[in-house]
């Protein structure tokens, strides 16, 4: 039974898996477990639709589901009508830095820009447009005018400007509700060039006040220190430009944990912290942010997020969660930690990888139960004492088998199965 999974994404989830990496489509085919994480994600979700703000923080060790859980969450929202955006932090991608690293992580997200109609990135176009459009359409469905009209385009400024004006309380709304209208101007008037200049300026890519004050008349450009407070504005938009919120995923700020210096990881920790804080006391709106992270980079008293206090007093356990008799795990706090998948929920998405192989490549695998128990016990049986066995690393390894049992069906496949050896 293949559940409605075209080739085309059965070739996406085990090409991207059997390279350790997590496919962007076809996510809901391979869930399994998560059920309790999903579930209080989704309350978040819930609560930006209605105008709040959430932080949340994913911590597990690598290869433990961080990213997957992620994405499955973002691939979600993206169907609910938010606008989504993702970025893996790096060296040269960070909160804060002196060498421009926080423009960077800007101008990844402004790019990375995702709806259900421009799934791939690359929607900021796109959202605008339709946000133009919609105002356009209200001009001539209320008050039944239409385009050439000499009122028309007047009355379409008049929405625009409204729009634009509602944003000044914000900070630096002024000058970003500035650049919309210059966005508009350029359309109204068929001036590419002057929304050319308009977009360059959204992405963050003016590197002089001067440029942006000759270009567009503003007086502002997004720099490594405010690029935030164009996150927050750009959540405001979205939901005027029709949509529900925006959702952004941060992978691997493990990064921050890696800056040799103490001071450049302390600024950077404290700009989380500034982040952090704005979801909380309701300073964002329509916002949703998301950050993985590993147990050492978020815990390690010497470097990790915990070496700063203030975020360790807000991010730290309850002692009520401590592991005990009963471990109780508090699903509303702002740090979810991923366990790694247990054996029966490995033999689950085991079956469920089969499955999407044999669609991919039009047979029937030929696995059973007792096949499935004997892979996975060779290989819990291969981690070392102390360490877990991470859905990623068995997951390339049975790819690689169904690949060799595809590709050699003359063979019985106890001969390829049972060649595994500790």
Known sequence: MDNGISRTTAATILNSLKSGVVPRTGLEYITVGRKSEIQALLQDVSIIEQGGAAFRFIEGKYGSG?????????????????????????????????????????????RNMATHACPDNGALQLIL????????NEVVQFEGLVPGHEVFDVRVSQKIYKI?????????????????????KG????????????????????????????????????????WYDFIKLFADFVVKAGYAGLYVCMDELATLYEIPSRVGREYNYNKLLSIYNDALQGKASHLGMIASITKE??????????SFEPLKSRLSESSFEQDGAVPMRDMAAPVIKLSVLNPGEMYVLLEKLANIHGILYGYTPKLEHDDYIYFLKQQYSR????????????IKDYITLLNLMQQHQEMPKEKILYAMQV
Request: hydrophobic fraction near 35%; charge should be negative.
């Open 164 to 184: 634009t004006s509602s944003m000044e309380e914000r900070v630096n709304g002024f000058d970003f509700g500035k650049v919309l209208a210059s966005y508009y």
């Open 66 to 110: 961080k990213t997957f859980l992620m994405h499955a969450l973002r691939n979600h929202v993206m169907e609910k009508n938010f606008v989504v955006t993702d970025v893996e932090l790096s060296v040269d991608r960070r909160l804060i830095g002196n060498k421009g690293q926080g423009l960077s992580t800007y101008r990844e997200l402004i």
């Open 297 to 306: 980079a978020m815990e390690d008293p010497a470097r990790g997020v915990f």
């Open 129 to 136: 447009d339709k946000w133009i459009g919609a105002l356009e």
């Open 187 to 226: 359309h109204r008037t068929g001036d590419m060039e002057l929304q050319k200049k308009a977009l360059r300026w959204l992405c963050g890519e003016y590197r002089t006040r001067t440029e942006a004050k000759t270009d567009l008349g503003v007086n502002l450009i997004i720099t490594d220190e405010n």
């Open 383 to 394: 981690t070392s004492e102390g360490e877990e066995a991470t859905a990623r690393d068995m």
